[in-house]
């Protein structure tokens, strides 16, 4: 049974550009959540998604970037024009439902360079 | 607000034991979570808390008061993988939405 995968795990932007980080969820399970993390700074949640829903995107910055998870196909996180600060790892988690007490699995990671 | 404290960095010998605790201040409670992530890596799911007392599993255990909104994570026999940041997350109760902690590196030396 395969993680959750996440692809690609390092990446790299010029200022200005578009970064698309991509997260396949573990079988079975229909709740994703990604979450950065700076450096030297804890895990950060940004958005939680279902199949076709954004249930809680209160740690998401206002401008530049947006999540999806279409039916078919890996959820999506897209930052436009990414700036220098947005260079950090970005971790996507999955759990089977959204039930008090069920473990979050993470993927490995996307490593976002800007330069 | 959600506040979570561990102490930044823990030095541990080969062989010892070291507890590395969590104190939270939440404005939901859903149970308490310990992962383990080594550098470039992904967290580990070690342990979760929800009920008040020890949870043992092998060479870690992890304890919680939540009266005292306070939890640490014990590991014994200490080998050297055992070297990595140790993550504390509370569950505040929003859809399975975690708080993390900053992390508590530990580096375990000979």
């Not at chain 1, 990604?34 to 954004?54: C, S, T």
């Amino acid at each position: 049974n395969a993680g959750v995968m996440q692809n690609p795990r390092h990446l790299v932007r010029r200022r200005g550009q578009e970064a698309r980080l991509r997260c396949s969820p573990m079988k079975g399970h229909s709740h994703v959540y990604w979450y950065r993390q700076l450096p030297e700074e804890g895990l950060k949640f940004m958005v939680y998604l279902q199949k076709e829903n954004i249930i809680d995107e209160s740690g998401m910055p206002k401008e530049r970037f947006s999540a999806e998870f279409p039916k078919e196909g890996p959820s999506i996180l897209r930052i436009q024009q990414v700036v220098r600060g947005d260079s950090a790892a970005y971790f996507c988690a999955s759990s089977p439902t959204d039930s008090s007490g069920n473990t979050i699995y993470f993927g490995e990671g996307s490593w976002l360079t800007v330069v | 607000g959600q506040n979570i404290d561990q102490p930044t960095e823990m030095t541990a010998t080969e062989g010892a034991i070291v507890q590395i605790n969590c104190t939270y201040q939440t404005s939901g409670f859903n149970g308490l979570f310990w992962y383990q992530q080594h550098a470039g890596e992904a967290p580990t799911f070690l342990s979760y808390n929800v009920l008040d007392g020890l949870e043992e599993k092998g060479r870690f255990s992890s304890f919680l008061s939540r009266s005292k909104g306070y939890s640490y994570l014990l590991l014994k026999e200490l080998q050297m993988k055992d070297s990595a940041s140790y993550l504390c997350a509370v569950d505040t109760g929003t859809a399975s939405k975690l708080t993390f902690g900053t992390g508590t590196r530990l580096q375990v030396t000979l």
